[in-house]
């Protein structure tokens, strides 16, 4: 015996709302390729590498929502900061641990999250909230050479290239996005260029090859906090 008509309906449509949520959460990773060159001109000293670009993608509709607060860390060692480039989620909290043997003073006065922590001495620590999206140029005002960039994104869809430019962003929803792009050495006006929309699906996984040029190198040449040039230090100081 066939079961009524509308007792089929009602099935088709409980199996819709079933399968549904699948197919929306399907996810496909990414990947994209960078090449960076030295920009004619630029001086011996630009650094120039095709690792640490960062490629995000920004969904046009249906933000992903906030996550609960996390904690990350940049440590000064060796008079370095450890790691170099660091993505975090807006909202995030970064610790700045002092692991050498002598006074740090890690302070930021760029368009990210702007902040001076003071003077601080050997083994101790201080946080920064990441608030806002932005990139964020680290400094030490004692150490000329210390430098470090902390990117806060509110996607968590972003990839950091390889030594070999290689991009890859993992478990991506398939829609629409903004894609956007940051090296360190590149000028901005290029960088926003290269900003456009994406449309993600399981046919459409490759980015594309970036093309970039490095023109100048922010962490050689950069000031202190007070917006003067630094003062050379003599040889047996730290």
Not at 16 to 44: C, E, I, N, W, Y
Not at 117 to 123: K, N, P, S
Not at 156 to 182: H, M, Q
Request: aromatic share 10%; net charge neutral.
């Amino acid at each position: 015996m066939k079961p009524p008509p509308r007792i089929c309906a009602l099935a088709i449509l409980l199996c819709s709302l079933v399968f549904m949520p699948l197919a929306s959460a399907q996810t496909v990773d990414l990947s994209a390729h960078v090449r960076v060159t030295k920009a004619r001109g630029a001086s011996r000293s630009s650094r120039q590498s095709s690792a640490d670009v960062v490629v995000w993608l920004t969904p046009k509709e249906n933000p992903p929502p906030p996550r609960a607060q996390q904690n990350y860390t940049l440590a000064q060692k060796d008079k370095q900061f450890i790691p170099h480039i660091l993505v975090v989620r807006t909202g995030s909290s970064v610790d700045f641990p002092n692991l050498d043997p002598f006074y740090h003073n890690v302070f930021s006065l760029f368009n990210g999250k702007r902040f001076d922590l003071g003077l601080y001495e050997a083994h101790t620590h201080r946080a920064v909230l990441f608030d806002r999206d932005g990139v964020s140029y680290i400094f030490c005002n004692i150490h000329p050479d210390m430098g470090a960039v902390v990117i806060s994104l509110s996607t968590p869809y972003f990839g950091i290239s390889t030594r070999d430019g290689e991009v890859k962003i993992p478990g991506v929803p398939a829609g629409s996005y903004r894609l956007n792009i940051w090296a360190e050495n590149v000028a901005v006006d290029r960088l926003n260029a290269l900003s456009r929309e994406v449309d993600v699906s399981p046919s459409n996984t490759d980015l594309g090859i970036f093309d970039l040029q490095a023109s100048g190198d922010i962490m050689t040449h950069h000031q202190n906090k007070f917006g003067e040039s630094y003062t050379p230090a003599p040889k047996d100081s730290y």
